[in-house]
């Protein structure tokens, strides 16, 4: 297949197959059941499932957007924008950091956690966008998504 | 096939045409794999201990290897990973059996063609500057409580991240409109698995013939490229057809 090819290419990210991560959300609750006979830990599974597909628009959701835009350096009245040095901090803290964070504590808790290998697996996950994004052609923006 | 033994059970990975040719791969626990078949399909199976814990790592990755190195020999429906029955005759009984017709239609289904699986995210800080530059109610609201403590005009901020999430929704489903509209005629049936929203704009599982799927690829890396700072997509795959098999 050419998608050795474009793996260097650009701006679409493209995981590696084998990506644990991956694996974990595109497979798990997939394919053909027969409903008695599934044996897996659904601890894990439960979360996972909850965090990552629904976010409730609540209280809590409405105030960690708003501590987000009042971190946003905005140039209040040209329109223009200065794009921020603490969009890390940013992200941690804002509505998606938090979904990634559930997912990643839900991931531990279905494959054990602990063992040598999380580490390197959580980093697979996150290198091909590092990587990618030095073709970028906005550098504040880059740093923005190699988080 | 190897007789079941008393402590064994059969793992099961897929069900596949009665004629396709097993991959060199090892499976869970490292056996072996073994085709089981009834009438127009079979089920690639595996055997393993019958009590031992399930959904380790290991198994979810021989499992998916399994199963992808399945697909170059054929159509492929992935069983859901953990499916592990008592013995061959269950296997038959309960699923090849009564499904036998329903199985070969959806084998039928996804032949020759590839799973995708779509994410499109926004960029946190472009699309809450747009939304602070588009409304002015969120500029005010902004400008009330921002340098003030955490805990100071509570309701302003509440009422300020609810404009913000109203039109971060809005939003994602538009751009969601957007991208779909532009995708769609391209492939062969898609799912959205999570409708557009705070999580993401677009959380989609593609189905693609496979003589499309670089003109797919070229297209999304276009799409990408077109709105790099804005939206960031992300592309699994190819991929054995997850989504689009089922017993329905």
């Known amino acids: 297949m050419t998608v050795q090819a474009h793996r260097g290419g650009g701006y679409l990210d493209r995981p590696a197959p084998s990506s644990l991560a991956d694996v974990v959300e595109i497979i798990l609750d997939k394919g053909i059941v027969i409903d008695a006979y599934v044996r897996v830990s659904l601890v894990g599974i439960e979360l996972l499932t909850i965090d990552a597909r629904i976010v409730i628009a609540s209280v809590d959701t409405y105030l960690r957007f708003a501590e987000a835009t009042n971190r946003l350096d905005l140039v209040e009245h040209g329109g223009g924008r200065e794009l921020p040095d603490f969009i890390h901090d940013m992200q941690q803290s804002g509505a998606a950091g938090k979904v990634g964070g559930a997912v990643k504590g839900a991931k531990k808790a279905l494959t054990g956690g602990g063992d040598d290998d999380e580490d390197e697996d959580n980093d697979d ?12 052609s906005s550098s504040s923006r880059r740093r923005s998504s190699s988080r | 096939m190897t007789p079941p033994q008393q402590d064994t059970a059969t793992f099961v990975y897929a069900v596949v045409r009665p004629d396709h040719e097993l991959p060199d791969v090892t499976g869970v626990d490292d056996g072996p794999l073994e085709l089981v078949v009834h009438g127009p399909v079979a089920a690639v199976v ?3 201990s019958d009590d031992r814990p399930n959904g380790r790592r290991a198994d979810l990755t021989a499992y998916s290897t399994v199963v992808e190195a399945l697909v170059p ?8 990973f953990g499916t592990v029955v008592p013995d061959d005759d269950v296997l038959v009984h309960d699923l090849l059996a009564p499904y036998a017709d329903d199985l070969a239609r959806q084998l039928g289904e996804v032949e020759g063609r590839r799973q995708y699986h779509l994410r499109v995210t926004f960029v946190e800080e472009t699309v809450l500057t747009e939304i602070a530059e588009a409304d002015p109610r969120v500029r005010e609201l ?5 340098d003030l403590p955490e805990d100071a005009l509570v309701g302003d901020r509440i009422r300020l991240g609810e404009l913000v999430t109203q039109s971060w929704e809005r939003w994602a489903r538009a751009d969601a409109d957007r991208i779909l509209a532009e995708l769609v005629p391209m492939l062969t049936t898609h799912r959205v698995r999570r409708e557009p929203g705070l999580g993401s704009v677009l959380d989609l599982a593609l189905l693609v013939e496979s003589e499309r799927s ?19 997509f992300r592309l699994a795959g190819p991929m054995a057809p997850y989504d689009f098999v089922g017993t329905g």
Do not use: I, N, Y
């Not at chain 2, 902004?142 to 921002?146: D, I």
């Open chain 2, 214 to 232: 670089q003109e797919v690829e070229d297209r999304l890396e276009h799409m990408a490229a077109e709105s790099a700072g804005r939206l960031h």
């Open chain 1, 125 to 136: 996950d996150e290198r091909p966008r590092r990587r990618r994004s030095s073709s970028s």
């Open chain 2, 142 to 146: 902004r400008a009330a409580t921002r």
């Open chain 2, 73 to 80: 020999g054929g159509a492929v429906a992935p069983m859901r």
């Open chain 2, 46 to 48: 595996g055997r393993v």
